[in-house]
């Protein structure tokens, strides 16, 4: 397969908070996967590869800034491989993601889009929310920030006047959900699934993990978990994944977040040869 030419972009550190050295490190495992099986590949920063074009017929990537995205969009409309595709990373952004995933069935928390500059305490009151998460809706999570646990509506309220002050214009509002929180990642059209409790392992981005803490063991079927997690990774058009999900105390599985491409910290390389396989699988097929 030595004619089989790769881009591999990767992401910018800014869109890495607290992970740069692990995207870093899955994202050369994978790469050295492909070169054993014959593919040259090229390794590109995100920012080479928006200053500049690239030549090669098939782009893997785990861009996020939203120059890079177009730029996948339209590379891939033009006839070119683009893994994970730039529609798919569109889809990841939080509105998106959870218009999506409601409106086609996939088990999620109770939620509400919304405007950061208009007041919203009838709307969660009316919905019967108390203690909820505020998310950015126009894209992934840079900082912090932009996510934010909130115990009562006026605390949401004065988030949200935050969030506007910041020229964030949209937010996802989550209900809160009681349980164990589980954290996933997958790689469609493979075998390969994996879960782990964060908290337990000490695995986190920003501590949000301790707001639902340690995990109690609640029972829960893998095989339910795995299937909601591939049904939205084809819905939201992702081969390489990863998020996280709650399993309430009667083992009911919704997930809260999904993500384009994630660490695979935990489970780096386990995961990359199923990666690179994919990506041939995907090569062959076109």
């Known amino acids: 397969m030595a004619e089989i030419k790769i881009a591999g972009i990767m992401r910018a550190g800014a869109y890495s908070p607290n992970h740069i050295g692990n995207d ?3 994202f050369n495992a994978v790469a050295e996967q492909l070169r054993k099986r014959g593919c ?3 390794v590109y920063s995100e920012e080479q590869f928006n200053a500049d074009s690239v030549e090669e017929p098939v782009i893997l990537n785990m861009c996020r800034e939203w120059t890079s995205i177009k730029k996948l969009q339209e590379l891939e409309d033009e006839g070119r491989i683009v893994i994970n595709s730039g529609y798919g990373i569109e889809n990841c952004t939080r509105e998106r993601m959870t218009r999506i995933l409601m409106g086609n069935g996939i088990p999620y928390p ?3 889009i919304v405007n950061t500059n208009e007041n919203v305490k009838s709307q969660l009151k009316k919905s ?4 909820c998460w505020i998310k950015r809706g ?5 900082h912090k920030e932009d996510v934010s646990y909130v115990r009562h509506v006026d605390e949401a309220q004065e988030v949200l006047q935050e969030y506007f002050l910041r020229g964030i214009k949209r937010a996802v509002i989550n209900v809160h959900l009681d349980g164990d929180l589980v954290k996933f990642y997958g790689v469609k059209g493979t075998p390969f699934f994996f879960w782990f409790y964060p908290f337990d392992l000490g695995h986190s981005k920003y501590g949000w993990e301790e707001v639902n803490g340690k995990s109690q063991g609640i029972k829960f079927s893998e095989e339910t978990l795995k299937d909601i997690c591939h049904r939205a990774a084809e819905e939201l058009d992702i081969e390489v994944y990863g998020g996280d999900c709650i399993v309430s105390p009667e083992g009911e599985i919704r997930i809260i977040d999904f993500n384009d491409w994630p660490s695979f910290a935990p489970c780096r390389n386990e995961s990359a040869p199923h990666i690179a396989k994919r990506v041939l699988s995907i090569i062959k097929n076109k």
């Open 24 to 26: 870093t490190a899955i």
């Open 110 to 112: 109770d939620s509400l």
């Open 128 to 131: 019967g929310f108390k203690s």
């Open 138 to 142: 126009d894209f992934h999570a840079m």
């Open 40 to 42: 040259q590949v090229n």
